[in-house]
């Protein structure tokens, strides 16, 4: 007879999670990426969602088969993460590395739901044949790059059809998938055109130029506050097609 082996189940909550997302494509990012923090446990699945199994403080709601009153209503604190660096599929600099903001526990209403970050495609990142590309660099007065600019493609109805982030040296890459033919907004002349005109703009925080070498932004510190009066922005106008690349310069004075 075969010995019969015994275990012990062991119950454990998560306090929430969170996922990565593709800016371009809206897909979550499930290739393994490097992400830190000096006081979160974490443990990824399969399908690319960052369990959070502890956080400062709140080691006593683990244990909670059915949450107690303690469990914080609205949530808890927020707990920094950070990405760096990323290689997919073999590919460096797939996407550009980050900070983000995530909170732990999650608020029970919530809790079945992964908090979404995110990811930024670095200037070599992949595209499709038929997304519209916009080639972008972004730059002072004397030619220097802005490190880790946003940029927003905005479509004449005011839209935002894409957004992204410069690199270390100053150069991005968005992208807009889908494009195809458009109905045209002029009054006579064709019904359709090929392309629509765009308005491609940038901001920048002149603070990351007295940031440390190797220092990783978070790109929402800026989207969530397009109108701080401390930003530097810019803009160019263009236009943009499926199959097509707009080639965007913009400067900045800082």
Do not use: C
Request: without cysteine; charged residues 15%; aromatic residues 6%.
């Amino acid at each position: 007879m075969s010995p019969v082996m015994s275990g012990t189940q062991i119950d454990r909550r998560v306090l929430g999670g969170f996922l990565f997302l593709d800016a371009v494509t809206g897909e979550s990012v499930t290739d393994p990426l490097a992400v830190s923090d000096t006081s979160l446990t974490l443990r990824v699945n399969r399908s690319g969602v960052y369990a959070i199994m502890d956080a400062p403080g709140f080691s006593n709601l683990n244990t909670e088969f059915d949450p107690l009153p303690d469990w914080p209503a609205t949530g808890g604190p927020l707990f920094e993460i950070t990405v760096q660096e990323i290689i997919s599929q073999g590919r460096s600099s797939q996407y550009l590395p980050r900070r983000a903001q995530v909170s732990a526990p999650q608020s029970l209403a919530s809790l079945a739901t992964p908090q979404k970050v995110t990811l930024y495609a670095g200037p070599s990142g992949h595209i499709e044949p038929n997304w519209a590309i916009i080639r972008a660099s972004v730059a002072d007065g004397t030619g220097a790059g802005l490190p880790w600019a946003v940029l927003q493609v905005i479509r004449s109805d005011n839209s935002v059809a894409a957004t992204g982030l410069t690199d270390a040296r100053g150069e991005a890459m968005l992208a807009v998938p889908g494009l195809g033919l458009q109905v045209s907004a002029g009054s006579s002349g064709a019904v359709t055109e090929t392309t629509i005109p765009v308005t491609v703009q940038a901001w920048f925080d002149p603070s990351t130029l007295q940031q440390p070498a190797g220092w990783v932004p978070n790109p929402d510190d800026i989207l969530n506050n397009l109108s701080n009066a401390s930003l530097k922005t810019n803009k160019m106008t263009g236009a943009l097609g499926a199959g097509q690349t707009l080639f965007a310069a913009i400067t900045i004075s800082v």
